[in-house]
């Protein structure tokens, strides 16, 4: 039985002195009335009207249990005033900082067709480890391996001039005469704070110092912006997706020899957050990562930067 509808008809029949009026109070037809409270009497274990053949009026034990009746109809309003207010508030999702606004907002459009709310907040790797470890966020894109990953991207070398389509590492050695700004050799191949991630900062260590680099060459920057100067005023490259590089104007040339790339995971303590975010708006946050979706699906759990 639906204790609350219930509950609702003997309050009525209290305020209104009738089932008639209860009925029509509540709109529905009398008979509907009359069926819950018996159910509700069979429920409570004792008669809740007195019945004559022109009368019902409720009875001594009823009337005791009018204000229990109204305190579960004020909650149960409460509770389904609060679920309302629930499904409004938005799904906060962490992403990484330079995600194309155009991309998000794709995202967050196709996330309003599924009925969901999202609201984007851009962060660095370890940052959104934090936030969605403590529940500052109820999902997170969490940089992971790319063999753990749901959404992968290629990195490449990005650079203010064109010079090719692949770079291989051992192009960046020093020469034996003072660098050209127009040349590879020497050239720092800038980290930024999203790759500043051990399954991809120390691979690409390892390798650099397998084919000579010095360690000056690989400098970690604080943001994108500080990266893009450096590339533009020292014709240093900048570890990088294509997508990102077309959004900074640069030239973006993969590498040969040698192969990295950033993964991702959308994580949150929620499964079924996780679960309906990422069937909703998958391929669209993907497009925003500059990634390609694997054939994996979306992990519930935390990682780690």
Known sequence: MDLIAACRVLVEIGDRGSVTGAAAALEVAQSVASRRILALEGRLGSPLLERTARSAVLTPFARD???????????ADELELDAARARLRPVTVAVPVGCPTRELA?????????????EFREDTPARRAELAATRGVRLAVASVAPDAATWTAELGAAGRREAGDALRLDDLRPGRTPR?????????????????VPHIRDALVRAAFAVGLLPGQLPIDGSTTSSLASVLADGDLLLCTAAEAHELGLHWRRFTGFGVARGFALVGDSENDVTTVGEAVGDELAAALGARARDVAPRTGRADA
């Open 65 to 75: 249990l009018l204000p229990s009746a109204r305190r579960l109809i004020r909650l």
């Open 180 to 196: 050209s700004r127009d040349d590879d050799a020497g050239a720092g191949l800038r980290i930024g704070p999203e790759d500043d």
């Open 106 to 118: 794709v995202a967050d459009a196709a996330g309003r067709a599924a009925g969901l709310r999202l």
